[in-house]
């Protein structure tokens, strides 16, 4: 009986360890990662198609990053009504685009001309801040699938927040060392494109008219991150039972080895209320 013990003891450690979970893979912690949203997921969240022509035809882009998603890049935008767009600026700026081309914006099938994109006049630019980066686009009909109302008061620090976007799918984080010593770190990019995708995070701070998420890149960190094509899109808050729209990606910095700070342009700023009450 005491051996048929000990065999049914060391028998239950075995079913124990093999039941035992493995951390998560990093991609499926980050926004644009492993996480696919479901088609009913955030109807009002769209891609912002962003094509580049020469002469009539698309550019065919050269280097290292020659893939079809390069040739035909994108953003990450929302409606907040029902044929309004809710962006940032920096996606849409005319100096974006390569010497000698027209940049064309498509979104559901449909072109956006230059006329009917509104950028905020307190806008910092992509060479300065990226400080009230934000931008409108108006289509022609009601076409918004769903539309995403905006926050009106600040939430607490450590609020959750969730993010949506069309970016890669892994933003691995480089280290960048200059001539004169210092060392940068910042997001690159990897994996799948264009597909959109969903994270959840807590709100880091509120500063400067900005809300800030903070990301772990190590494996099973729990925290979601964003990466290039997601620029754009919203930070998701919630107003009681309501989500609705806090914040518009601007950009993304390393802050170490392990950790990225996304920088959202909030909507409950006084610059950001002035832009779009006009609405």
Known sequence: MARETVWLALALVASLAACKKEPAPVSAVKITGGELADVSDYPAVVKLELNDYTDGKRDQLEGENN???????NCTATFIGPRTLLTAAHCVEVSQRPPGSERRYRVLGQDVPRERIRISKTYGGRNGDLDSDLAILTLEGDVAPATMK????????????????YGWSESPIREIKHDDGTTIFAPGRGGTFGERRKGTNKLFKLEGGNAYVRADDRVASGSAGIAKGDSGGPLFVREGEELVILGILATSNGVD?????????????????AFLQDL
Do not use: C, F, H, L
Not at 67 to 73: L, S
Not at 150 to 165: L, Q
Not at 257 to 273: H, I, L, M, P
């Open 67 to 73: 893939t079809k998603t390069d040739k035909q890049n």
């Open 150 to 165: 905006v926050a009106t008061v600040e939430p607490s620090i450590g609020a959750d927040v969730e993010m949506v976007g």
């Open 257 to 273: 080895k392990n950790t990225t700070e996304a920088k959202y342009t909030a909507v409950t700023s006084e610059r950001s209320r």
